[in-house]
């Protein structure tokens, strides 16, 4: 192991890295590197093996620029890679696919302008998959659905088009979905919400349209669900009251209608309540002030009438309650 994180260390990685034959972790991250990754980490050109047995590529969080070396495809144990928060720049190399071994591919926040390369199916080992903060496009690829083992899908702020593939229910131990800030249009698939292990669904600011599926109920794992700044119609299921863990609600900037549903105080631990620049109507149901842990409440720029509950005086951990422009 080269394990040099969290220093002052700067300068570029020197191409005589390669000749560690038997490095399996090089750690500098969090540091002041700067220059290229060396393609002579994985160059197995003529008699040099080169780091055949890396197997954690450590290098997030410095100043490193360039492309992705297509080399480190020949590093054939390589579990992990985090590269993230550099300045790289170029595509995903389709070499990747050979790394049968591969676990986390962490190459959020940088410069990386390419479409998701389909040679991304197979990856069969990958439990995360952090492309975050890029320069991303295209369509999100339907051979996710074939890892069957991946926890953690980032693939926020990039230009990715089309619809959420189906197939991503089929990863039925995802955790945590983040695919906002994208122009993803369809609707959200019903899917999503029969994954068991579910906590963290993020869909905000992309152009998801149809209606909120009533499926949302299934979700017991929920903690936090955001699919503001969206096209969604319809009114806001009912079965929504079944998500007691449920701790962050936001359906803010779409096209609801209809009335919030009596079943809502159903969601007892949640904190934060966003539902505003919409279409709802009716009244605040009283059962609001079953919430006890309600802290802030934005329903402003609905069509809501009617006096307001003085059970609302109950909610003694509410700080923040808008109702302009009803």
């Not at 480190?72 to 579990?79: D, K, R, T």
């Not at 690829?141 to 926890?151: A, D, M, V, W």
Request: hydrophobic share 40%; aromatic share 4%.
């Amino acid at each position: 192991m080269l394990g040099i994180a969290e220093t002052s260390i700067s300068g570029s990685i020197p191409s005589t890295i390669g000749n560690l034959k038997k490095l399996q972790t090089l750690s500098i991250y969090t540091s002041l590197l700067s220059g290229p990754i060396p393609i002579e980490i994985g160059d197995c050109t003529g008699s040099l093996e080169r780091l055949k047995n890396l197997k954690n590529l450590l290098l997030w969080q410095n100043s490193l620029v360039g492309v992705i070396p297509l080399e480190l495809g020949n590093c054939l144990q390589l579990g992990l890679i985090d590269i993230s928060m550099n300045s790289l720049t170029g595509v995903i190399p389709v070499t990747f696919g050979k790394l049968g071994s591969l676990q986390e591919l962490q190459l959020s926040m940088n410069q990386i302008s390419c479409s998701i390369p389909t040679q991304i199916g197979n990856y069969k080992s990958l439990t995360h998959i952090e492309l975050a903060n890029n320069e991303i496009t295209g369509t999100i690829p339907s051979k996710i659905g074939n890892f069957e083992n991946l926890t953690l899908l980032f693939l926020w702020q990039n230009h990715l088009e089309g619809s959420i593939p189906s197939s991503v229910s089929n990863c039925q131990n995802l955790e945590a979905i983040d695919l906002s800030q994208n122009s993803l249009t369809g609707l959200i698939p019903k899917g999503l919400f029969n994954l068991k292990s579910l906590n963290k669904l993020l869909l905000l600011g992309n152009v998801l349209s149809n209606q909120l599926p009533p499926e949302i109920g299934n979700r017991s794992s929920l903690i936090r669900f955001r699919a503001n700044d969206n096209h969604l119609i319809g009114s806001i299921p009912r079965e929504i009251g079944k998500l007691t863990k449920l701790n962050f609600l936001d359906l803010g900037s779409n096209r609801l209608t209809g009335i919030i549903p009596l079943e809502i105080s159903g969601c007892q631990n949640l904190t934060f309540l966003d539902l505003h620049s919409n279409s709802i109507i009716g009244t605040l149901p009283a059962s609001l002030d079953k919430i006890e842990s309600l802290r802030l409440f934005n329903i402003s720029e609905n069509e809501i009438e009617g006096p307001l509950s003085p059970t609302l005086g109950s909610l003694v951990s509410l700080n923040k309650l808008v109702l302009r422009k009803n």
